[in-house]
Protein backbone atom coordinates (compact mmCIF):
# COMPACT_ATOMS: atom_id res chain seq x y z
CA UNK A 1 0.00 0.00 0.00
CA UNK A 2 1.36 3.10 -1.07
CA UNK A 3 2.24 5.90 1.73
CA UNK A 4 0.97 9.45 1.43
CA UNK A 5 2.53 12.75 2.49
CA UNK A 6 0.53 14.38 5.73
CA UNK A 7 -1.56 17.19 4.73
CA UNK A 8 -0.90 20.59 5.63
CA UNK A 9 -3.91 20.52 8.26
CA UNK A 10 -2.39 17.51 10.11
CA UNK A 11 1.00 19.57 10.44
CA UNK A 12 1.38 22.32 13.11
CA UNK A 13 1.86 25.86 12.48
CA UNK A 14 5.24 26.21 13.37
CA UNK A 15 5.07 30.10 14.09
CA UNK A 16 2.71 29.58 16.86
CA UNK A 17 5.11 26.92 18.60
CA UNK A 18 7.70 27.91 21.35
CA UNK A 19 11.01 27.16 21.00
CA UNK A 20 10.91 24.12 23.55
CA UNK A 21 8.59 22.34 20.57
CA UNK A 22 10.47 22.95 18.02
CA UNK A 23 13.63 21.80 19.51
CA UNK A 24 11.58 18.53 19.89
CA UNK A 25 10.75 18.23 16.27
CA UNK A 26 13.87 19.10 15.13
CA UNK A 27 15.29 16.21 17.10
CA UNK A 28 12.43 14.16 15.59
CA UNK A 29 14.08 14.90 11.90
CA UNK A 30 11.17 17.62 11.08
CA UNK A 31 13.74 20.03 8.75
CA UNK A 32 11.13 22.64 8.60
CA UNK A 33 11.37 22.87 12.48
CA UNK A 34 15.00 23.42 12.29
CA UNK A 35 14.74 26.01 9.73
CA UNK A 36 12.06 27.55 11.93
CA UNK A 37 14.45 27.99 14.48
CA UNK A 38 16.87 29.73 12.44
CA UNK A 39 14.48 32.29 10.97
CA UNK A 40 13.29 33.49 14.64
CA UNK A 41 16.79 33.64 16.22
CA UNK A 42 18.94 34.44 13.66
CA UNK A 43 19.09 38.19 13.27
CA UNK A 44 19.71 38.71 16.92
CA UNK A 45 22.36 36.26 16.78
CA UNK A 46 24.02 38.11 13.99
CA UNK A 47 23.60 41.24 16.10
CA UNK A 48 25.58 39.77 18.98
CA UNK A 49 28.54 38.25 16.98
CA UNK A 50 28.88 42.02 15.73
CA UNK A 51 28.82 42.83 19.25
CA UNK A 52 31.42 40.98 19.26
CA UNK A 53 33.40 42.33 17.09
CA UNK A 54 32.82 39.95 13.97
CA UNK A 55 31.16 42.95 12.02
CA UNK A 56 32.62 41.73 8.95
CA UNK A 57 31.84 37.59 9.58
CA UNK A 58 28.54 37.92 11.72
CA UNK A 59 26.82 35.42 9.18
CA UNK A 60 29.63 33.26 8.72
CA UNK A 61 29.42 33.14 12.79
CA UNK A 62 25.96 32.70 12.97
CA UNK A 63 25.33 29.86 10.42
CA UNK A 64 28.20 27.93 12.03
CA UNK A 65 26.85 28.17 15.28
CA UNK A 66 23.09 26.76 13.88
CA UNK A 67 25.40 23.82 12.01
CA UNK A 68 27.27 23.01 15.05
CA UNK A 69 23.98 22.80 17.05
CA UNK A 70 21.74 21.14 14.73
CA UNK A 71 25.40 18.26 14.45
CA UNK A 72 24.96 18.01 18.58
CA UNK A 73 21.05 17.89 18.35
CA UNK A 74 21.06 14.78 16.02
CA UNK A 75 23.43 13.28 18.75
CA UNK A 76 20.95 13.29 21.26
CA UNK A 77 23.08 16.52 22.74
CA UNK A 78 22.44 19.89 22.88
CA UNK A 79 19.26 22.44 23.87
CA UNK A 80 16.43 20.64 25.71
CA UNK A 81 14.59 24.16 25.72
CA UNK A 82 16.55 27.16 26.28
CA UNK A 83 17.60 27.36 22.39
CA UNK A 84 18.52 30.84 22.12
CA UNK A 85 20.74 31.05 24.96
CA UNK A 86 22.57 27.78 24.03
CA UNK A 87 22.91 29.09 20.40
CA UNK A 88 24.60 32.29 21.84
CA UNK A 89 26.24 30.79 24.02
CA UNK A 90 28.10 28.85 20.75
CA UNK A 91 28.29 32.37 19.35
CA UNK A 92 29.97 33.44 21.52
CA UNK A 93 32.73 30.63 21.54
CA UNK A 94 32.71 30.61 17.61
CA UNK A 95 33.54 34.27 18.10
CA UNK A 96 36.24 34.04 20.58
CA UNK A 97 37.73 31.13 18.21
CA UNK A 98 38.20 33.80 15.44
CA UNK A 99 39.18 36.20 17.51
CA UNK A 100 42.20 34.24 19.01
CA UNK A 101 42.81 33.10 15.44
CA UNK A 102 43.39 36.66 14.14
CA UNK A 103 45.23 37.65 17.65
CA UNK A 104 47.96 34.81 16.58
CA UNK A 105 48.42 36.10 13.11
CA UNK A 106 49.86 39.08 14.12
CA UNK A 107 53.36 38.89 14.38
CA UNK A 108 54.41 39.86 17.88
CA UNK A 109 57.76 38.59 20.34
CA UNK A 110 55.42 38.58 23.21
CA UNK A 111 53.80 35.25 23.46
CA UNK A 112 52.08 35.99 26.41
CA UNK A 113 49.31 37.83 24.21
CA UNK A 114 48.87 35.08 21.98
CA UNK A 115 47.95 33.10 24.70
CA UNK A 116 45.85 35.45 26.65
CA UNK A 117 42.24 34.23 26.27
CA UNK A 118 39.78 36.71 24.91
CA UNK A 119 37.59 38.00 27.27
CA UNK A 120 33.94 37.34 26.21
CA UNK A 121 32.03 35.61 29.31
CA UNK A 122 28.87 34.02 29.15
CA UNK A 123 27.25 36.88 30.88
CA UNK A 124 27.48 39.33 28.07
CA UNK A 125 23.91 38.73 26.95
CA UNK A 126 22.60 39.41 30.46
CA UNK A 127 24.33 42.02 30.95
CA UNK A 128 23.08 43.71 27.33
CA UNK A 129 19.33 42.48 28.87
CA UNK A 130 19.88 44.17 31.87
CA UNK A 131 21.36 46.98 30.65
CA UNK A 132 18.31 47.69 28.38
CA UNK A 133 16.21 46.75 31.04
CA UNK A 134 17.55 50.02 33.07
CA UNK A 135 17.37 52.29 30.29
CA UNK A 136 13.98 51.88 29.84
CA UNK A 137 13.17 52.08 33.27
CA UNK A 138 15.15 55.21 33.86
CA UNK A 139 13.51 57.21 30.23
CA UNK A 140 9.70 56.79 32.46
CA UNK A 141 8.32 59.28 34.30
CA UNK A 142 8.89 59.40 38.02
CA UNK A 143 5.52 58.80 39.13
CA UNK A 144 5.51 55.64 36.69
CA UNK A 145 9.34 55.05 38.07
CA UNK A 146 7.66 55.35 41.56
CA UNK A 147 4.67 52.46 41.46
CA UNK A 148 6.65 50.20 39.07
CA UNK A 149 9.36 50.10 41.81
CA UNK A 150 6.88 49.83 44.81
CA UNK A 151 4.63 47.18 43.25
CA UNK A 152 7.11 44.86 41.27
CA UNK A 153 10.04 45.69 43.57
CA UNK A 154 9.10 45.94 47.07
CA UNK A 155 6.04 44.40 46.40
CA UNK A 156 3.49 46.69 48.21
CA UNK A 157 -0.12 46.33 47.56
CA UNK A 158 -2.34 48.98 45.66
CA UNK A 159 -4.39 49.72 48.87
CA UNK A 160 -1.14 50.20 50.93
CA UNK A 161 -0.12 52.70 47.69
CA UNK A 162 -3.30 54.51 47.32
CA UNK A 163 -2.58 57.12 50.32
CA UNK A 164 1.07 57.55 49.63
CA UNK A 165 -0.31 58.22 45.62
CA UNK A 166 -3.24 60.13 46.03
CA UNK A 167 -5.06 57.60 44.05
CA UNK A 168 -8.22 54.96 44.93
CA UNK A 169 -6.49 51.06 45.09
CA UNK A 170 -8.23 50.82 41.33
CA UNK A 171 -6.40 54.12 40.53
CA UNK A 172 -3.01 52.78 41.60
CA UNK A 173 -3.66 49.22 39.50
CA UNK A 174 -4.56 51.44 36.32
CA UNK A 175 -1.24 53.61 36.74
CA UNK A 176 0.79 50.34 37.35
CA UNK A 177 -0.52 48.71 34.20
CA UNK A 178 0.45 51.86 32.39
CA UNK A 179 3.49 52.08 33.84
CA UNK A 180 3.95 48.48 32.94
CA UNK A 181 3.03 49.06 29.22
CA UNK A 182 5.44 51.89 29.31
CA UNK A 183 8.07 50.22 30.15
CA UNK A 184 7.35 46.96 27.46
CA UNK A 185 7.91 50.06 24.80
CA UNK A 186 10.70 51.58 26.26
CA UNK A 187 12.47 48.48 26.69
CA UNK A 188 11.61 47.63 22.67
CA UNK A 189 12.79 50.69 21.72
CA UNK A 190 16.63 50.03 23.55
CA UNK A 191 16.71 46.95 21.40
CA UNK A 192 15.47 48.75 18.08
CA UNK A 193 18.66 51.24 18.53
CA UNK A 194 21.13 48.58 16.99
CA UNK A 195 19.06 47.47 14.11
CA UNK A 196 19.81 50.20 11.75
CA UNK A 197 17.08 51.17 9.03
CA UNK A 198 18.85 52.81 5.72
CA UNK A 199 15.34 54.25 3.85
CA UNK A 200 13.18 56.07 5.54
CA UNK A 201 9.94 53.69 5.34
CA UNK A 202 11.90 51.22 6.92
CA UNK A 203 12.58 53.77 9.71
CA UNK A 204 8.89 55.28 10.34
CA UNK A 205 7.92 51.45 10.67
CA UNK A 206 10.30 50.13 13.05
CA UNK A 207 9.62 52.91 15.24
CA UNK A 208 5.95 51.78 15.70
CA UNK A 209 6.50 48.42 16.16
CA UNK A 210 7.17 48.86 20.01
CA UNK A 211 3.61 49.93 19.70
CA UNK A 212 2.11 47.66 17.21
CA UNK A 213 3.35 44.53 20.34
CA UNK A 214 1.51 46.48 22.69
CA UNK A 215 -1.57 46.61 21.15
CA UNK A 216 -1.32 50.41 21.13
CA UNK A 217 -0.88 51.14 17.26
CA UNK A 218 -4.12 52.77 15.48
CA UNK A 219 -5.86 50.26 12.97
CA UNK A 220 -5.10 52.13 10.05
CA UNK A 221 -1.19 52.39 10.71
CA UNK A 222 -1.06 48.90 12.00
CA UNK A 223 -2.67 48.05 8.43
CA UNK A 224 0.14 50.11 6.63
CA UNK A 225 3.08 48.62 8.63
CA UNK A 226 1.43 45.18 7.98
CA UNK A 227 2.01 46.11 4.54
CA UNK A 228 5.24 47.31 4.79
CA UNK A 229 6.31 43.86 6.70
CA UNK A 230 4.86 41.59 4.20
CA UNK A 231 7.16 42.76 1.62
CA UNK A 232 10.14 43.68 3.76
CA UNK A 233 12.70 41.18 4.92
CA UNK A 234 14.77 43.22 7.07
CA UNK A 235 11.93 44.97 8.75
CA UNK A 236 10.63 41.14 9.08
CA UNK A 237 13.61 39.96 11.15
CA UNK A 238 13.48 43.47 13.12
CA UNK A 239 10.23 42.15 14.01
CA UNK A 240 10.97 38.58 14.89
CA UNK A 241 13.61 40.05 16.97
CA UNK A 242 11.78 42.14 19.19
CA UNK A 243 8.61 39.58 19.82
CA UNK A 244 11.64 37.47 21.22
CA UNK A 245 12.33 41.07 23.34
CA UNK A 246 8.55 41.19 24.40
CA UNK A 247 8.43 37.72 25.47
CA UNK A 248 11.59 38.59 27.64
CA UNK A 249 10.23 41.57 29.50
CA UNK A 250 6.78 40.19 29.94
CA UNK A 251 8.41 37.61 31.97
CA UNK A 252 11.04 40.29 34.21
CA UNK A 253 9.38 40.80 37.58
CA UNK A 254 12.00 42.85 39.23
CA UNK A 255 14.25 45.50 37.83
CA UNK A 256 17.96 45.56 38.23
Keep these: ?152 VERRKPQDLAPVLGLSPNGVSALAYRARSALREAYLKQHLRSAAASGRKCREVRDRLPAMLGGRLPKRRKQAALEHLAGCADCRAVLRELEVANATVQGVERIG
Excluded: C, N
Aim: aromatic share 6%; glycine share 4%.
Design 1 to 152: MATTEPSEIERPDLSELDDGALVQLARDGVHDAYAALYSRHAHPAQRLARHLGMRDEAEDVVSESFAQVLELMRRGKGPETSFRAYLFTTVRHDSARRAKARQKLVPTDDDSAIDTMIGLDAGQLDAFEASAIRAAYTSLPARWRTVLWQVE
